[in-house]
Nanobody, 123 residues
Framework: QVQLVESGGGLVQPGGSLRLSCAASGGTFSNYFMGWFRQAPGKEREYVAHIGRSGANTDFADSVKGRFTISRDNAKNTVYLQMNSLKPEDTAVYYC????????????????WGQGTQVTVST
């Protein structure tokens, strides 16, 4: 059983930056593909980013491409989401998730989820 705990959310002004962290425990972290999703009030959970098991392969939703980066440190069992040039429409609860296989874009293929961290982009 893998436990995931996100941190780093908060309130930031438009154009600002935040770095989210997701610490994993209870499993072999390097065995898992990792993803970030987000859910805004009244909307469905949506895919944000993916990183492969070694960290060499990354992928992003079009809405965040060029502004967000994803990385992982397998020695620290942690995955990061660096968010730059934040916009009000980035406001959401951000979740990290781990999967063994399946589509990176489909939330249902992920086996473990964190509790989420709130990101609010506002003046």
């Amino acid at each position: 059983q893998v436990q995931l705990v996100e941190s780093g959310g908060g309130l930031v002004q438009p154009g600002g930056s935040l770095r989210l962290s997701c610490a994993a425990s209870g499993g072999t972290f390097s065995n898992y593909f990792m993803g970030w999703f987000r859910q805004a009030p009244g909307k469905e959970r949506e895919y944000v980013a993916h990183i492969g098991r070694s960290g060499a392969n990354t992928d992003f939703a079009d809405s965040v491409k060029g502004r967000f980066t994803i990385s992982r440190d397998n020695a620290k069992n942690t995955v990061y989401l660096q968010m730059n040039s934040l916009k009000p429409e980035d406001t959401a609860v951000y979740y990290c998730a781990a999967r063994v296989s399946g589509s990176r874009w489909n939330a249902q293929t992920y086996d473990y989820w964190g509790q989420g961290t709130q990101v609010t982009v506002s003046t």
